[in-house]
């Protein structure tokens, strides 16, 4: 009796590539994902992923917004040029209003805050369209959170340049390197 291959195995199944450089997060994901019916492939760097989607582009990704060198709405926008219909999840511990409707724009299909589980990002490929019931926040945001906000927008301004960004905000790096550490705790 033959085994089949471990490409045998996952060739029907869709294509999912994971970039995230939290090596034991990808890891958990990637075993949650085959458990779900995909086939993952983990890179770390938006440059190692877009070397294997040039190679295989995938018909689904989750990207983390934050890659060591590059942020990962770029690696969003070079696999929306890849391949139009990749769904694409972004997933962030750094969730602002700033960076989600960049993702979309960009071409993300949904954009969600860690924590969260395998069966929320399978529900967030299959969200495709907009929500009329969403729950509008009564409260204003607080001085905190638009302050992060304004930050984050200088920091997509500068393509996620630390130093430059601080110039602009006429602040110390180190500084803003602590605000960036510290977010407010709310919800998109």
């Known amino acids: ?3 089949p291959s471990k ?3 996952t060739e029907d199944l869709p294509s999912l590539l994971i970039a995230d450089d939290d090596l034991t997060f990808c890891s958990v994901l990637a075993k949650a994902m ?3 019916g995909f086939s993952p492939h983990c890179e770390h760097t938006v440059e190692l ?3 294997h989607a040039n190679t295989d582009p995938p018909e689904y990704a989750i990207v983390d917004l934050r890659l060591p060198e590059t942020s990962g709405l ?3 926008e070079k696999l929306k040029q ?5 769904r694409i999840v972004m997933l962030t511990g750094y969730a602002s209003i700033i960076t989600a409707v960049e993702a979309i724009k960009l071409g993300a299909t ?3 805050a860690k924590p969260v589980d395998a069966d929320e990002i399978i529900a967030a490929f299959e969200h495709i369209d907009g929500n009329t019931e969403v729950k509008i926040n009564a409260l204003p945001l607080s001085v905190g959170q638009v302050e992060w906000e304004h930050i984050q927008r200088i920091l997509i301004e500068n393509r996620g340049n630390i130093s430059i960004t601080a110039k602009t905000l006429n602040m ?3 500084t803003l390197q602590r605000k960036l550490q510290k977010r407010p705790n709310y919800k998109i």
């Open 1 to 3: 009796m033959t085994v």
């Open 7 to 9: 490409m045998a195995v």
């Open 34 to 36: 085959i458990k779900r």
């Open 49 to 51: 992923a877009l070397k």
């Open 74 to 76: 770029v690696l969003i």
């Open 82 to 86: 890849l391949d139009s219909g990749t």
């Open 110 to 112: 949904q954009y969600l």
């Open 172 to 174: 110390h790096r180190r």
